[in-house]
């Protein structure tokens, strides 16, 4: 079963990082590092909770690109196109979390049951 609160985390911690790239800050390294931190934490809740973790970020992270009430964003004189821009983001980290989940082979990790 996958756990709610891992992934409203990392949507809150990229909806986050959208913000910051709407607000003009160099957010690359710390989205690749999130995104990796992502990754290793579902691959560790699917380990001890069960399978999924890694595609519900995906999809939440979906969901919440179509939001159009933001609340960690200013939306300056075209809110439309600030919108649009957040989305393009987040479906973005989406887009690259699916990609991660089809390359994950095997949990390459020890855990003790």
């Given amino acids: 079963m996958v756990e709610e609160g ?7 911690d990229f909806a986050a990082l959208a913000a910051k790239a709407e607000a003009g800050l160099e ?5 690749n590092k999130r995104i990796n931190e992502t990754r290793a934490h579902a691959t560790l809740m699917d380990a001890r909770k069960g399978e999924g973790h890694l595609a519900a970020v ?10 159009t009430s933001v609340r960690e964003m200013r939306v300056g004189a075209d809110p439309d196109a600030t919108l649009a821009r957040r989305e393009a983001f987040l ?3 989406a887009a690259l ?11 390459s990790i020890a855990v003790r049951p």
Avoid: C
């Fill in 6 to 12: 891992f992934v409203q985390m990392y949507t809150r």
């Fill in 27 to 31: 957010i690359e390294a710390a989205l």
């Fill in 58 to 67: 995906a999809e939440r992270l979906k969901l919440e690109s179509r939001r």
């Fill in 91 to 93: 479906l973005r980290v």
């Fill in 97 to 107: 979390l699916d990609a991660q989940q089809a390359e994950a082979g095997p949990l």
